[in-house]
């Protein structure tokens, strides 16, 4: 699949950390070369030097949309809020044999397609901040439009920084509550984990790295053995023993309940601020730019 991609451009609307891990991964894994990849963003010009000083990759700082026009590939990330006004901002220099990719939290491939005004395929994508490191886990659904050739190029730039699940779009709000806000649920338990060492008499650095570890191994081991979480609990709960007496403070303080109700509270923000954004791309009173007249990208 590495070849489909080999002669592509690729353009980043938008330069945060998310845009930075997967042009990381697609640089790292040699699937395309700098000079395919441009970034662009409204305003913050210190970000693009930064990234282009990193990686060698091209920054795009004229708001002229050379880069936009110019694109086979356009990566949509940025905020959720920020969303419209970019894509009102871009879309006469769009065209519909372009791909779009989307990892904006919440908002549909129908919404996207609407703020576009034209038939491009959308493709839909939930990775988390672990892309950085390349263990990502990427929900992706797929828009109108979409053909196999455009599923091949999605997964070949999001398998770049670790695993990629198809799935249908009402999915993927639950798989942002689960795995996109995931990692930092995780990181969360880490801290309360490192301050009970220190509560119990351990350095910072002692606590920390007997924590990673910790973290580390249990994962590998749900990764490796394949077993059933509940079952690998139970083989080191001895009855009366030190774990034991641990759960049950977790479960006095019900960890469980507060860990299931903070996955559906994060699914449900996702889903209203898709709504959100939604109702203003319908309410959008600015009328789409007919095709006819759109730029072709080759002025």
Sequence with gaps: MKALIENKRICFVGAGAMAEAILSGLLDHKIVKPGQITVTNKEDRFRLDELVYNFGIVADRTQRYTSIQEADILILAMKPKDLKQALLDIREWTRPDQLFLSVVAGVSTATISHLLGHSAPVIRTMPNTSAVVGL???GMCLGANVREEHVRLART??????LVFITEEEKLDAITGLSGSGPAYVYFLVEAMIKGGMDVGLSYEEARKLTLQTVL???TMLNETGEDPAVLREKVTSPNGT????LEVLRRYQFEEGVRECIKQATQRSKELGQMLSINAENDKDEHVPLASRNDGKS
């Design 217 to 219: 191994g249990a994962a």
């Design 243 to 246: 774990t034991a007496r641990g």
């Design 157 to 162: 730039i999001f398998e770049s920084i670790g």
């Design 136 to 138: 990502s886990a990427t």
